[in-house]
């Protein structure tokens, strides 16, 4: 994570039309990532240093297009590595109360509480290893909530903030046509069920390349079943479909993330032919889509079941085919855990910059430094045996195995990337216990804090050591 080397990689095709910015881009980029939970005096060693960085975000070639742009293409490279791949979009408030002097600040909730919003889409695979961040957006409202406001229904969807969702959906299509061998699904939660996405899906299914998509339902909408002339409530009829399997996961807190306890649910599944309700100069039309529902069996007495209702334009011929769904919907999960990074592993809530001009460019440069941490609390999960290598450079996992071992003489073998992960998550405060889950992202970025300390300590170290002791290590690092 702290090494030159997966900044330049990732960052290889950016281009601000400015070499000396495009260098200070990356510069900055990587001491961010080095100590992303520290302010930034604390992160750079010097004051020239410092005032760079800020010289950076003040410069109108500094937008947030031309810091995704080349991690969007890393990511579609990645994307086309892969058979099927979920784009999870959400949205998020960033409070800013605290810097009421902020100009372009505007209010977030109810209580007049002031910051800005932003709206991302992540890429995942379904064994839920995150590629990248494939879309961002941030914006503010006005200072002071409307006390009146035009009726919903007179305002045009492009005049809504809800108008994110289709940008959203728009931007999983661009994706489809760049990776014509990928099948890409778009998830989103309750709030992304409105049915201009739902009439924009059939549409784009006439083209070669379009995403699909799995919602979960906000609304108990009016349905007609495709087998029966019957008209009745979505929910009502999802209950009565045919179970075709079963599905188990663990239940996370949204705010802590911890464990609340494992599901096990029964998955029912059947078409479903929606009709909008009627609105002003739109001709009102069917919408043929599928219908999952996804019933919590036996759930504790104390505990509201979790019973999930998803729309989706999958097809559902078979249990492989609800499962994907299943699976795909589940992986949206990682959204949160990148929102949780964000904010609190990045601490973005106490950055100190005065416009939002400066503001953006920040957050999209934290946003990748975030996505970079959750890829490497998954990647030891899913390819366990590659060589730490593939991420980290030598310097960093030798650093990394003298802090935790105690011990200047490192093996000649270099370590597997499942071992690496469990070192650095002991340097965060990871007991690595029997009965401990795998670590994750908290404890890694916490862990990568401390590398950077002793890399620093390694480096004065090794004019002093003796040579190292070539010998190989097969047991576990952890």
């Known amino acids: 994570m702290t090494t030159h080397k997966w900044t330049e990689s990732e960052m290889i095709d950016l281009d601000t039309g400015n070499k000396r910015l495009d260098k200070r881009v990356k510069a900055v980029l990587e001491t961010l990532s080095n100590n992303p939970n520290k302010t930034f005096p604390q992160q750079f060693q010097s004051t020239a240093e410092l005032k760079a960085c800020y010289r950076l975000f003040d410069s109108d070639l500094i937008t947030c297009e031309t810091i995704l742009d080349p991690h969007f293409t890393k990511t579609i490279e990645r994307i086309q590595s892969f058979p099927v791949v979920v784009l999870a979009s959400d949205s998020s408030s960033l409070n800013y109360s605290t810097r009421p002097s902020n100009p372009d600040s505007g209010y977030i909730s109810s209580n007049n509480a002031q910051g800005f919003l932003t709206h991302i889409s992540l890429a995942t695979t379904l064994d839920r290893q995150p590629l990248g961040v494939a879309q961002v957006k941030f914006w503010a409202r006005d200072k002071q909530k409307p006390e009146k406001k035009l009726h919903r229904d007179y305002i045009p969807i492009e005049g809504k903030e809800s108008y994110k969702w289709l940008e959203s959906y728009a931007n999983a299509n661009k994706i489809a046509a760049l990776c014509p061998a990928t099948q890409i699904i778009n998830v989103f939660d309750r709030e992304g069920d409105i049915i201009e996405v739902w009439e924009e899906a059939i549409k784009a299914q006439k083209d070669k390349a379009f995403a699909h998509l799995v919602v979960r339902c906000n609304h108990n909408r009016g349905v007609l079943s495709t087998d029966e002339n019957k008209s009745t409530k979505l929910f009502e009829f999802a209950e009565k479909a045919s179970v075709v399997g079963h599905c188990e996961f663990e239940l996370h807190d949204r705010v802590t993330h911890r464990v609340l306890r494992k599901v096990k649910q029964e998955i029912l599944a059947s ?56 699976k795909a919907y589940l992986a949206r999960w990682d959204i949160e855990t990148l929102f949780r990074t964000f904010k609190t592993g990045c601490r973005v809530e106490d950055r100190s910059l005065r416009t939002a001009d400066r503001l953006y460019p920040m957050f999209t440069l934290f946003f990748i430094i975030a996505w970079r941490i959750n890829y490497l609390s998954r990647i030891s999960k899913v390819n366990p045996n590659l060589p730490c290598t593939v991420v980290f450079s030598e310097k960093e996992w030798k650093a990394a195995y003298a802090a935790i071992k105690k011990n200047t003489h490192v093996p000649s073998v270099v370590p597997t990337i499942q071992e690496m992960i469990i070192i650095i998550a002991r340097l965060g405060g990871y007991l690595n216990r029997r009965s401990d889950p795998a670590p994750g992202a908290q404890v890694i970025w916490r862990g990568l804090e401390y590398l950077r300390n002793f890399m620093d300590a390694w480096e004065l170290l090794q004019p002093m050591t003796a040579a190292e002791t070539d010998f190989s290590v097969k047991k576990s690092y952890g």
């Open 271 to 326: 078409p479903v032919c929606i009709y909008p309700a009627p609105r002003s100069g739109v001709e009102q039309r069917k919408i043929i889509l599928n219908v999952v529902f996804m019933k919590e069996i036996n759930p504790p007495e104390e505990a509201d079941p979790v019973n999930w209702y998803l729309l989706t334009t999958l097809p559902i011929e078979n249990e492989e085919d609800v499962q994907k769904i299943v």
